[in-house]
Antibody, heavy 120, light 110 residues
Framework: QLQLQESGPGLVKPSETLSLTCTVS??????????WGWIRQPPGKGLEWIGS???????YYNPSLKSRVTISVDTSKNQFSLKLSSVTAADTAVYYC????????????WGQGTLVTVSS | QSALTQPASVSGSPGQSITISCTGT?????????VSWYQQHPGKAPKLMIY???NRPSGVSYRFSGSKSGNTASLTISGLQAEDEADYYC??????????FGGGTKLTVL
């Protein structure tokens, strides 16, 4: 059974960079046919897609966040990561990592999510 | 990219059927059959309920079904049960090789 687990600081100061890692177990992250994505959900609000990375290394970002986002993969650790720079209070959210099937273009496996608060 | 439009809330009694709409544009919902639906209970991660407009993943109840007409996709839940009470989100692939979610719909089972 595939499992995804987010990890990283729960508190980030304004203007700094938010860094999260998603560890994948139960299957190799380098498998063809999958994207690996990040989605966030501000408290009490809806889901927002942040970006995705394909197994080939190609990246795709939400246009509204593109200038601040970097997603990368570390196949040796079976992990992928998110960096979001110049954060503000508006970036406070639960951050989820998820697997996306490239044939169906959906999000079929999700991590449990991790709350990141931006505050001084 | 703008979020897909969903009603903020819907409700129904046990045993009834409800439908949640998801309206986009020809650049997302109307242009691709890559619409998916997610169920989210409070404090939990979203769960895939429908993919490619109308397909159910293994393990998802037959009571959940999806359809699409033009720029609007729909999720129908028949035979409402108490455990169906949750937030529901639609998502679509877009013409800019990105994904967009709907604003979410809170389903209340009366």
């Amino acid at each position: 059974q595939l499992q995804l687990q987010e990890s990283g600081p729960g508190l980030v100061k304004p203007s700094e960079t938010l860094s999260l890692t998603c560890t994948v177990s139960g299957g190799p992250i380098s498998s063809s046919s999958y994207y690996w994505g990040w989605i966030r959900q501000p408290p009490g609000k809806g889901l927002e897609w942040i970006g995705s990375i394909y197994y080939s290394g190609s990246t795709y970002y939400n246009p509204s966040l593109k200038s601040r986002v970097t997603i990368s993969v570390d196949t040796s650790k079976n992990q992928f990561s998110l960096k979001l720079s110049s954060v503000t209070a508006a970036d406070t959210a639960v951050y989820y990592c998820a697997r996306q099937r490239d044939v169906n273009l959906d999000f079929d496996y999700w991590g449990q999510g991790t709350l990141v608060t931006v505050s001084s | 990219q703008s979020a897909l439009t969903q009603p903020a809330s819907v409700s129904g009694s046990p045993g009834q059927s409800i439908t949640i709409s998801c309206t986009g544009t020809s650049s997302d919902v109307g242009g691709y059959n890559y619409v998916s639906w997610y169920q989210q209970h409070p404090g939990k991660a979203p769960k895939l309920m429908i993919y490619e407009v109308s397909n159910r993943p293994s393990g998802v109840s037959y009571r959940f079904s999806g359809s699409k007409s033009g720029n609007t996709a729909s999720l129908t839940i028949s035979g409402l049960q108490a455990e169906d009470e949750a937030d529901y989100y639609c998502s679509s692939f877009t013409s800019t090789s990105s994904w967009v979610f709907g604003g979410g719909t809170k389903l209340t089972v009366l």
